[in-house]
């Protein structure tokens, strides 16, 4: 590796996506495996989960997503197929198209977020201490405010006061 690429920023940064990387890497096939759930789909589980009765836009789950918005209408297109997801168009905004969970979905969600859970802390939380765990969850939010970003979970966070997801 080259010197320029030995600077604090780029380390930390590099070190990011290969935490990010590798993690998922285990994670992924393990909840697929016991869930039936791709950690994509699962996402979109998540992210409609605490969304208002009539869901969310779709615009709006696109960019919390981390795919295109083409990416997240094919996605949310196999969901329906699936019967996990629904799409509504509301008579009063027609441009407008809604996803939302269906029961079946909500199935999902109870189902796979303890799995998840599970998951996340054997391969991820169980090798950092609390203090570790606040500063990335603020360092991330940071990070994501910086540069004109956000994201609605470590936002919900801050909000419930969980410690160390706090803005600054």
Known sequence: MGDHLKTPAFLAFYGLLQVEARTIDRIAPVLEARTGLPMGWYEVIAC???????GRRMNELADELLVSRGGAT?????????GLVERIT?????????ARLTAAGHEAE????????ELVEEQFGRH????DLAALARISAKLLRSSGEECVWLDMAAAAGVAGATPE
């Open 48 to 54: 409609l989960a605490g969304a208002p009765e009539e």
């Open 74 to 82: 094919r996605l949310v297109a196999r969901m329906e197929d699936a």
């Open 90 to 98: 509301p008579p009063e905004d027609r441009r407008a198209t809604y």
């Open 110 to 117: 109870a189902t796979a977020s303890p799995v998840l859970l």
């Open 128 to 131: 950092l201490d609390e203090e």
